[in-house]
Structures are given as C-alpha cells and as structure tokens.
C-alpha cells in the first residue's frame, strides 16, 4: 500500500490502551524513517547516492536504538517478575522474546507491512527475509517510541510491556507447560516449575506494577 503515516499512528495508539498514549507524534519525520527500509531507499532512482547513505544509517541507528531498548526492558521485565524462576530460565524466555520471528510477529499485529515501504522485491522475497525486514522495522519503530517519550524508559517500558511484552511472555510460559503436560505425573521438579508460573503476569488485574529498576 505504501507509506501511511496517519494509519501506522491510529494503529501504535489503539495497541496501548493505558494512561500513556502515542496517538500525536511530535516528530512524524522519525516516524517515516522507521516505516521506509533501506531496500525501499537503494530503489529510488531520484535520490542521489550520498543521500542513500544518509537514509539508510538513520533508519539503522533507530533500528539499533530500539533493539537495545527492547532487550533492556525486556529483561528488567523478567527478572523483575520472574526471577524466583532462576537465571537459566530467564535467559531461554528472553532468547525467545527477543528474536526477528517474534518482532516480525510484532510488526504483523501492527499491520506494518501495509503502512511502510519495504522496497519492490519484498512480494518475491522468502517468508524468512519477508521477516527479517519487518523485525527491522519494529525495532527502528521502538527506537522512535523511545524517543517519543523523550527518551523515558519507564515510559517506553510501560508501552512494550503492555503492547506486546507482557503477552509474549504468557505465551512462552504456557507452551512450555503444554510441551511438558505428558511428564506432569512423573516429573515433580517439573510440576515445582509450572505451580511457580502462577505469577502477577498471569493475573491481569495487576500486570508488572514493580518499578524499581528506573528509581
């Protein structure tokens, strides 16, 4: 469809129903970056070769900002709520968060395909580099919403962790109980392991209130 920067901002409002809201962009201009990609730039034949440079480091240094501010709140989220579960296991929840699949997944929640520009290979593309550059794009999106937010990483945290942190990790934690549910009656560490998954984020009356890391 192309770049639209009226719905990509109507779609990240309407993912956080909190008390902080995105729906005004102060800065639109970094929000066009995020939603152009580097292939989608090395295609215009209207830009100078200079100019192509130029574009594609700022769409990557806000993709690189937003991964790091991804990982970051992501594992203050974990061992914030999780840490009674031990490192190993934080660590495996983590690696499993943080990945391109799952920002992909991200990004398609979003329906950011529909409002950026990905350049004019993307349809022919395999579904592995299709997901590749749409992880892209979530992370340079993230480094906006940082920056948005004025470079507020509580803020920034109780936007991810609402949009989409919170619900990833339930969902990891309840496929590693159903892969396991046929040792349930042998296995009594594993039994241990899955009681201790009846945490607050399991609870959706009160989802990750523990702010101590930004004090």
């Not at 709520?81 to 968060?97: K, Q």
């Not at 290979?121 to 892209?136: D, G, V």
Request: glycine share 4%.
């Amino acid at each position: 469809m192309g770049l639209n920067i009226k719905a990509a901002k109507e779609a990240i409002a309407k993912r956080y129903v909190g008390s902080i809201s995105v729906s005004y962009f102060q800065h639109p201009e970094l929000l066009e970056i995020a939603l152009t990609h580097p292939n989608h730039i090395y295609d215009g034949s209207n830009i100078i070769r200079p100019q192509q440079k130029q574009r594609v480091l700022e769409h990557q240094g806000l993709a690189n900002l937003g991964y790091v501010v991804f990982c970051r709140i992501v594992s203050n989220y974990l061992s914030d709520n999780f840490s009674h579960l031990g490192e190993a296991t934080i660590t495996i929840i983590e690696s499993d968060i943080v990945s391109r699949k799952v920002f992909a997944e991200f990004a398609k929640e979003l329906n950011l395909r529909q409002f950026s520009l990905l350049g004019k290979s993307y349809k022919w593309k395999h579904k592995s580099e299709q997901n590749k550059i749409l992880a892209q794009i979530f992370e340079a999106l993230v480094g906006v919403i940082f920056l948005e937010f004025d470079r507020d990483l509580g803020l920034t945290y109780d936007w991810l962790v609402e949009s989409f942190i919170a619900e990833a990790v339930n969902r990891v934690l309840i496929t590693a109980v159903k892969d396991d549910d046929s040792d349930l009656e042998t296995d009594f560490q594993l039994i241990d392991w899955i009681e201790a998954l009846n945490l607050p984020l399991l609870n959706q009356n009160s989802l990750y209130r523990n702010k101590e890391f930004f004090v």
